[in-house]
């Protein structure tokens, strides 16, 4: 009862409740929203524990680790597969996979590699058999989103992005279908590195070197059981060799420090309107109060004690709250659904479906509710304490 008659009150005043709301939910929204990200993000590089060292061409490090883990950015170039095996087979590797870069199927990635790779970065499939000739193993976002099955068929197109020429004469085979890894393998066509490399050697589109391209790939992911190799190799590859290597760790805690800072200053803004919020739920009650005093002291003489007008106000401010609490938690998967529409596919960390909610969004929900009942605590004791024939005679006067 006490819950109907507080939502009643709210709907009598419909500008200020909206407004009290509207900030709210803006503020939770978007400190839920970075929330949502950051867990998507720790989520995507936990899947990269696995990969001590990159080696890949020349270039930005950073870049280096982007293309070759997340696919963000574009290669820093190709490097000498022969060079490359030098370091694949060294005692220090417990696993390495090379990869080959260089066709898509509608924007998804089709990626030459080997056993390696699953065992670095799906272990989840590390036991399936890698497909030989044109076979691939699709990732659960792609085989999701292009509803791709076992035994379907498909043509890749030259490069990274859809439009380029069509290898018409080598279509791929779907072999499996990887279980998610909420990683950017979800969303890859895995085949094997021979197989890229017999489609562009029969390619119209490439040069009359293609014979010695073919023994280039884009990069390789090296796992390391020696603690020596993982200090020394880093530093030892890049200036003994025309390779780079880079380190996942050190590149992805650069990017995030940089980053940080943009963090944090949404976060503290959402704070801000969220104490803003606050603010306006208090005036909203404080100010109503004044005109509800007449109503409040009839409630009493109906038999209300003063515990239950304090319990009312504080009603009030819970609901506000909880559907703050509510379509803020909603705008945040909106948005999220949104960011991950408009990525496109190769970027793609894992599925854009709506996440449940996270343990760190109950606490938030929670705050929210305790900052709205405190800026509604004063109204309330007021409400408490309020003189019932004092009340009755000034309003009759």
């Not at 272990?123 to 193993?137: E, I, K, W």
């Not at 004469?169 to 998610?180: G, N």
């Not at 019932?388 to 000034?394: N, V």
Request: aromatic share 8%; hydrophobic share 50%.
């Amino acid at each position: 009862m006490m819950f109907r008659i507080a939502l009643k009150n709210l709907v009598a005043r419909p500008v200020s409740a909206l407004l009290s709301w509207l900030l709210l939910s803006v503020s939770i929204g978007i400190i839920s929203l970075l929330l949502l990200l950051q867990q998507k993000l720790d989520r995507s590089f936990a899947g990269f524990s696995r990969v001590d060292l990159v080696i890949g061409a020349k270039g930005s490090p950073l870049q280096l680790i982007l293309s070759a883990l997340y696919h963000l950015d574009a290669p820093t170039g190709n490097i000498s597969l022969k060079e490359a095996e030098r370091w694949m087979r060294h005692p220090f590797v417990s696993a390495a996979a090379p990869l080959a870069y260089g066709d898509n199927y509608q924007g998804y990635a089709i990626v030459g590699t080997d056993a390696g790779y699953l065992r670095l970065l799906a272990p989840a499939d590390s036991n399936l058999v890698f497909p030989s000739g044109p076979g691939v193993l699709a990732g659960a976002a792609v085989a999701r989103s292009l509803s791709l099955r076992p035994g379907d068929h498909f043509l890749g197109s030259h490069g990274s992005q859809e439009g380029g020429e069509t290898h018409e004469a080598f279509p791929y085979t779907v072999e499996k279908i990887l279980q998610p890894t909420g990683t950017a393998t979800d969303n890859m066509l895995l085949t094997s590195i021979e197989t890229v490399h017999a489609i562009h050697e029969h390619s119209g589109a490439e040069s009359a070197h293609q014979e010695e391209d073919n023994e280039k790939i884009t990069a390789v992911l090296l796992q390391l059981r020696n603690p020596m190799a993982k200090l020394q190799w880093p530093r030892r590859i890049n200036e003994e060799t025309t390779l780079q290597a880079a380190v996942p760790v050190i590149e992805i805690n650069r990017l995030f420090s940089l980053l940080g800072i943009g963090i944090e200053l949404a976060g503290a803004l959402a704070f801000v309107i969220m104490l803003l919020a606050a603010t306006s739920i208090f005036i909203t009650l404080y100010q109503s109060l004044a005109e509800r005093k007449y109503e409040l002291a009839l409630m009493r003489t109906l038999g209300f004690r003063p515990v239950s007008l304090l319990f009312l106000l504080l009603c009030e401010a819970m609901l506000l709250c909880v559907a703050a609490c509510i379509t803020g938690a909603l705008l945040s998967r909106f948005l999220l659904w949104l960011l991950m529409k408009q990525a496109p596919p190769t970027y793609g960390a894992g599925n854009s479906s709506w996440p449940p909610l996270a343990w760190q969004e109950l606490v938030l929900f929670a705050l929210a509710i305790l900052i709205g009942v405190m800026a509604a605590l004063l109204p309330a004791i007021r409400a408490f304490y309020i003189n019932i024939s004092k009340t009755l005679s000034y309003e009759r006067t």
